[in-house]
Structures are given as structure tokens and as C-alpha cells.
């Protein structure tokens, strides 16, 4: 494989769009969504149920099936488009350049398999013929990157608590050393100590290989906490997207202002005034909105065709 | 968190009765085992119905026509080798071995539901008691069981007693069934809701988790009446079921004591077998179609 | 005086033998029948505050000591008691679709109660409440009533389980979680209306969260739960924004701030919590996690010690000479009879009116 170069994004999605055929109709859980995401950045889509952010994320992993399709756009990763992918080339990729932490991922650890069993299996699973002593190596080797001791590859996935679980979750989703991370709320299930752990855990992780990280989540505390970019999505689009810094000190769209403004927060006591502003804030329908770069590097969602 | 699909179009205003229809219809599409279970069953009780307008329900008597008679225009299944006339003893005879199904399969619905929700609702020694027996019944030989009763029964028993007996052993796993169901329901947000309103056991019961559980009791009295219907045909086969009624049992019983499969009287034994097929088939489809409308599939679509 | 509710030395175990685990330790406690409060009780999974409300509002049996309800043992009343127990005290549970019977519109979570209760004598009385109790907490009749489950979202099904408990007209609500389900833009709507409801109608609240942060933005007192021991007890002002137990810091640093500019302090490396049942005669629940533990917490388990007025904290870091510890009875932490601390020694704190 050839180094890209320098400004080349590691993963790009232009145009997305995934729907649902239901009983009573057609849904698009994703409306056209685009964005990059540069070698070693942390991008972070904020979104609520609803907005369609996990869905893209399925969308970018691969994981879309029926009654739902991906219907227009590409993802391009590696210059692939891994939309137009057979389920064995997708297959490759996963491990080898793209790592997946999908949402509950702790959960579909096999509970009648050893840790250790697991990192076999992955590590193996793209190259067969990988020997016994190399197998632990790498497997100790990655346990530690998430901070984990080596007596845990010997344990069943019940023996390990939440916090646990989902780091060796991240441990074996970077086994091939990929260049995208991708993590669906990772730390739901956690309290907020053990989620303050594995998000240290994965930044760590993500430093050391320098991939990117794709983190999709609804906490916007988090969110800021970790990533160097974020997204907002809404009904399906991205209605905002920028450097998280100007985006929380200058939320341009109303529901990126709900959002913000709205949360509870630790310095000041006025649940009437957060209520207010969640009550208060119109929020327009995004689905004519079309982005527009309104600061550097911070693009909003505006209705077409009205000139600000 | 809950990844919801929220859905456009849900917060919809109330629906008029058309749209009820239409919505059905819509349902009946996604649910053919239902639809052909249901449909089957109907067609075979409308035989009972209005077969014996058309046929004339006296010839499914002995003596009634000429015996061992193959199937032609005047006799279309045929007669058997007492002279009834076969097409007669499907219109009498079906029904009657549905009727023993359908009446042992609803004590045994109904004593099972009842023990069922005493047992899930109620736990601890009662759940204990309940269960225990119910086990202990399961696990012997049902055949023994009714062989043993119908046979001090003296005398020849009616249909309707028939049923009483079969009915013994009818009402073990309805009681299981939905006592899971009630296990599974009994610490719901809305039982402890329910709880906090002030309602009490018993209207808990009955407000709160039978409607919740109607295809459940659908499907228990599906899988009853066939068991029951299983259970009789043994009874019949051995001889202990009523003698002068040509149900589909006593058919096979006397196409036994007849040889007619030696002797190649295949009309004779053929007719019963296609019968007692065609309604296990519409209990199965029934009762498939009714679990798959208790459990939907996770792609009938998120709405939550 | 006796307090409408009260747990004396609550314990709560389950199963036995090996897996025998301790979800409530001599909890004592209780909420004040005239003056409202609004308490929240903050712990993580495990330790033991989903228990605490199950057992308060009769659900689950203690394994030892007792639920009081004004002075009766509720889990040996009768009937009458028992009603009477349901009409002062009522619940608001964290999943707002588990709570509805799929089976009817969301009218009969409302009508249930004004039937059982008798609370309107006629169906037009009883329609007039129901629209009266969903407009206090911001719903549209037209909008709500008459829909089904499904068809509502979940901030909406939640505000009207909060109209419900509103319509019963209770003197003490247990909140389990109430925002955890909701999304985020709609959980200050939700909260707002419990903070409402406290003021307007002075109906004490039980807060129970894992969420420090919506704690601090309605009540007024906590008490952080570990491991089904408490660990410290106070006004909420003080005790998020100066916690004193290492367990409580721990919580307040970890929360992550929707500010880039406010990072959590640095990596932290506390051990997970073990499987194993602590050694309970013999130590601080917090022992094998604490960044400051000394010999003696793993030599018996820390009494609560008053640190401040209106405040207390179960750790060996504050037996200073002298200092009065308070026996694990929480009330005794606040010195006034009511739960709620001296207007008067204002932190910035928001107007309360008193009540009339």
C-alpha cells in the first residue's frame, strides 16, 4: 500500500443516502450526507434518535441489510468505494483498514469463547496462517494498548466488567492496525467513570497507530471532550459541521443551538431557562437545507435559496 | 439510549374504521400462514355446515349403500365395507372429530390459562404446586393415562364425553405456555403502573396482560385442540371411542378391524387420513401465523 | 412527627451462598410528611439505588429492617393502608414505553388511576382532569390523548406519565432515571416539569439518577450511593461543587463537560470495580479503588462523619478530632426538621418562595 498524500482525506463520504422500505411507505434514514475525514483527526457526529447518524455509520461499515439499502453515494476509503463492495472484499477491508465498534459491540462478544479465542479468530481471519506464539504476541501486545494485563486473554467475556469488555472491543477491532476507526457509542452502557477510562483508552490507541476516529454519539459532553471536528445531524442530514471548538462557542443552526444551549450543565442551576430555549428554538426542516461554509471551516445547513 | 427509527407519519391522528380495514388487509399480506390456516379451517368447518344440505347425512349410517364401492359419480369417495357412504361420513364425521378438538381444546384452554396466571402471577408455593404437577403429568404416557379412564368408563361413550376425557390431559401445556408469558410480563413498566393505580391481582390480570396475551391464548388453543385430537384418534384406534359415530377416528378404527388396506379398499382408508391432514395442516398454519403475530419479526419495522 | 416515608436500617441482599450480594447496607432515611424536599440519590450500576426505589414504593421486601409509611410498615399493611399509600406516593420510571399496556391509547394510563382513586365523578369531570394534568406539564390534549404509544415521542410519553403522578395528586414522587431514556434536547422540558411540579403543587421528590448533572440542576440535597453504603450526604451545591469522599471527586472529574476548553483533568488509572464481595465487616466499600485509601479502610468501614452543617461524608479522611458522626442516619444530617437547607445561607441559589 502507498502512503496517500499528505491532504488526501483517509475517508470520504459524498452524497450518502440510505433508505428503508416499510410497510407503510419508504423512509430515508440518511439524506445526502457528505464530509472527510483527514488522516489521524477525530470527527465526531453528534445526532439524536432519529437524525440517522447510526445509520451512516452502518452505511460506512458496511453493515446496511435489508429492508434497507444504500441508495445513492459512496464511501471511499483507500480509493475503494466500499459501498459498491461484495460482502468478501468488505469483509477484507474491515479488518485490514477499517475498525469497527458498533453500537452493543461489548454485548456480541461470544460468551462461550476465551478472550484469547476472539483475537485468534481476528487475527486469522485475514491472514490464516499466522502461528500460535506470533498469535499471543499480538494479542498481549494489543491488550495493552487499551491497559489491559495479559491474565484477561484467558477470561470469558462474563468475567469482564462493561468497561472491560469494550476495551478489549477496541483492542481487537485494531488488530490489522486500520486507518479508520469507527465507533458507534461506545461508552452507553458505561458509567461515566469507566466511559472517562475507555475514551482515554481510545484516544491512546488512536494516537499510537495515528488512525482516524469516527465517533458517533448523542452525549455532547463527550463529544467535546474528544473529538477535533463534529457534525450535527438532523432528519437524516448534516445540518452543521465544524471545528468543535467554534461549533460550541457559535452554534449556527437552531437545533446544533438546542442542542448545546439546552444541556444541563454544571455551572449554573436554571432548568426553567434550559427548558426554555429547548421550547422556544424553531427548528426548520432540514430537508432542503444545502451547506455552506458560514466561518472557516464551520459549515451550516441553510434553506436553499434564502440569502443570509 | 434507544437507536429509534422515528418514524415521519407516526404521530398520526386517530383512524377511522376504513383505514382499520385497510391496515388488517395490509397485515393479512405480511401474515399468509395466518390467512391460509384460518382460511382452511373455515372451509373444513363449512363442510360440516352446509354438507349436510347437500349430502344426505343419513347414508353416513351402515347399511346406508351399496359396500366397497370405489369412488364414482353416485358415491365420489366411494363406501366402506358396512355400507356408508363415504362422502356422508366426511360431511358427519369430520366435524365430529373437530368438535371433540375444539371442546377439549377449550377446557383445556381455559383450566390452562387460569392455572397458568395463578402460577406465573402468583409464584412461590403455588407456581411450585402447579408446575410440579403439570410436569409430572407431561411426562407419562398420555395414552396409558386415557386408556386407563376410558376403559372404566363403562359402556360406549358419547362424543361429548370423549372430550371430558381427553380434556384430562389438555390443559399441561397451556398452563406452561402462559405462565412463561406471565413470568415474562409480570415486572413490565406497565404491570408496576398498574400496580401504583391501585388495581389489584386479579384486574391486573384481566385489564393489564390477557389482552396482551390473546395470541398467545390463540396459539395455546391452537396447539390444544390438536393434541386433543391426537389424543382421541388414539382412544378411537384402540377401540374405546364411540361406536356409532362415523368420526374420522372410528373410520380408521374400522378400516383396521376391516383390513382394507389389505384387501385394497384404498377410498376407505384414503378419505380419513386426507381429512385428519387437511385440519392438522390448518392448526399448523394456524398456529405459525399466530406466533408470528405475537412475535413480529424485527423487520416489520422499528416503531417505538 | 412522623415522616410520611421512612426506611429504618434498610438492607436488601439477593441470592445466596456464593452469589449472595449485598445491594443495600442499614440504609436509614426519611422524607418529611408537610415540608416538601427534593432529594437525589446518585449512584452508578450497582449501587443499590434502583433497589432503594423499589424498595420504597413497596415492590420489593426488605431482607432486614423496614419501609415506614406514616409510621405503619408497608410491607405488612392492609388494603386501606396500602391505598393510601398509593395515593401519597407515586413513581416515575426511567423507560418511557415499558410504562405503557401496548395493548391501549395512552388515555388509560391517565383514566386508570381517576377510576381507582375516584378522583372525578363523572367521565366529563374526568376528561377535564386528564386535559388539565397534561396541560400543567406542557402537553396538548389533542395532540396526546386518544394516540397510541408508538405514536408519541418519548419525551411526550414521559411527560405524561409525569401528568399522571401529577393527577393522583401525591406528596412524594420517586423519579427512577427519568431523563436517562430521553434525548438530550428533550430532557430539560422534562426536568423543568418536575422542578415545576416540586414548587407549584410541593410535592417532595426522590431523584434517583446516575447523572450528576441533571441532579444538580433540580434538587436541592444528595446523597451519593456506593455500593449499597452511603458515602456522602449534603446540599447539592456543596457536595458537586466541593466533593469531599475520593468516590464523589472521582464522579464530579469524570463527568465530561460540553466545553473543549474544560478536558477532564488528566488520565486516570482507577481499578475497576472487583467482582468479588467485598469484605463488608472489614472495610470501605471504596477501598480497593480509592487513590487514597490507608491501612485503616481496609480495618473496619467508615462511619458517616459530619463535616459541615447540613452535610456528611462516610470516609477515615475526615475523622478529625471531635467530629460528630451520625450513625448512617441521614436525617440527622440536616439539623432543621425539613430536608431543605437555610434559604438564607444563599450560594447563589435561585429565589424559593417558602411554602404557604
Known sequence: ?308 | MATELDLPGNASAERPWAQRLHDVIDYCRTNPSLVAGLGLLLILILVGVVGPHIVNPNLAQPTSVKPDQPPSPAYPLGSDDSGRDLIAVVVVGLPLTMEIGFVAGAIGLVVGTILGFAAGYLGGSVDAVLRTLADMLLTVPSLVVLVTIAATLKGNITIVEEAFVVSILAWMWPLRAIRSQVLSLRDRGYVQIAKLSGMRWDEIIVRELIPNLLPYLAASFVTSTAAAVLASIGLELVGLGPQSEPDMGMTIYWVLQFNALIRGLWWWWLTPLVCLALFFIALFLASTGLDQLANPRAHRGGNR | MTPLLEARELGQVFGTGDKRTVALENLTLSFDADTPSFTAIVGESGSGKTTLARSLLGFLRPSSGAVYFRGEDLYSTGGAGLRRFRREVQAIFQDPFEVYNPFYTVDHMLATPIRKFGLAPSRTQARDLMERSLRAVGLEPKETLGRYPHQLSGGQRQRLTVARALLIGPRLIIADEPVSMIDASLRATVLESLRRLHEDFDISFVYITHDLTTAYQVSDNVIVLYRGRVAEVGDVEQVIKQPEHPYTQLLVGSIPIADPDRPWAEDINVPEAGERELDREHACAFADRCPQVMPRCTQSPPPLYRTHDNRAVSCFLYDRDGEETVEGDVRKIFRSSDLRPDPAGGDGRRNQTDPA
Open chain 1, 1 to 308: 500500500m502507498t502512503a496517500p498524500a499528505a491532504t488526501e482525506p483517509v475517508l470520504q463520504v459524498t452524497d450518502l443516502a440510505v433508505e428503508y422500505r416499510m410497510r407503510h411507505g419508504t423512509v430515508r434514514a440518511v439524506n445526502g450526507v457528505s464530509f472527510d475525514i483527514q488522516p489521524g483527526e477525530r470527527l465526531g457526529l453528534a445526532g439524536e434518535s432519529g437524525s440517522g447518524k447510526s445509520t451512516a455509520a452502518m452505511a460506512i461499515m458496511g453493515l446496511i441489510r435489508s429492508p434497507g439499502r444504500v441508495t445513492q453515494g459512496s464511501v471511499v476509503l483507500n480509493g475503494r468505494d466500499v459501498t459498491r463492495l461484495e460482502a468478501e472484499q468488505m469483509r477484507r477491508i474491515r479488518l485490514a483498514d477499517m475498525a469497527m465498534i458498533p453500537q452493543g459491540a461489548m454485548n456480541s462478544l461470544n460468551p462461550v469463547r476465551r478472550v484469547r479465542t476472539h483475537f485468534a479468530d481476528s487475527i486469522r481471519a485475514h491472514s490464516a496462517r499466522v502461528g500460535d506464539r506470533e498469535v499471543r504476541r499480538r494479542m498481549v501486545e494489543l491488550l495493552g494498548m487499551v491497559d489491559l494485563g495479559e491474565e484477561v486473554a484467558d477470561l470469558y467475556p462474563l468475567e469482564l466488567s462493561g468497561g472491560m469488555k469494550q476495551r478489549v472491543c477496541i483492542a481487537l477491532s485494531i488488530c490489522l492496525q486500520p486507518r479508520v476507526i469507527i465507533a458507534d457509542e461506545p461508552t452507553s452502557a458505561l458509567d461515566v467513570v469507566m466511559q472517562r477510562q475507555v475514551m482515554q483508552t481510545l484516544r491512546a490507541v488512536q494516537e499510537t497507530l495515528g488512525a482516524a476516529v469516527l465517533l458517533i454519539g448523542h452525549d455532547m459532553g463527550l463529544l467535546a471532550q474528544f473529538v477535533d471536528r463534529l457534525g450535527v445531524m438532523y432528519e437524516g442530514k448534516l445540518v452543521e459541521l465544524g471545528p468543535v471548538r467554534s461549533v460550541f462557542r457559535e452554534p449556527l443552526h437552531p437545533y446544533t443551538q438546542v442542542l448545546i444551549r439546552s444541556l444541563p450543565s454544571l455551572d449554573e442551576r436554571d432548568p426553567v431557562r434550559a427548558a426554555k430555549i429547548a421550547q422556544s428554538t424553531r427548528v426548520p426542516s432540514a430537508v432542503n437545507a444545502v451547506m455552506t461554509e458560514a466561518r472557516p471551516g464551520h459549515w451550516v445547513a441553510v434553506e436553499e435559496a434564502v440569502s443570509r
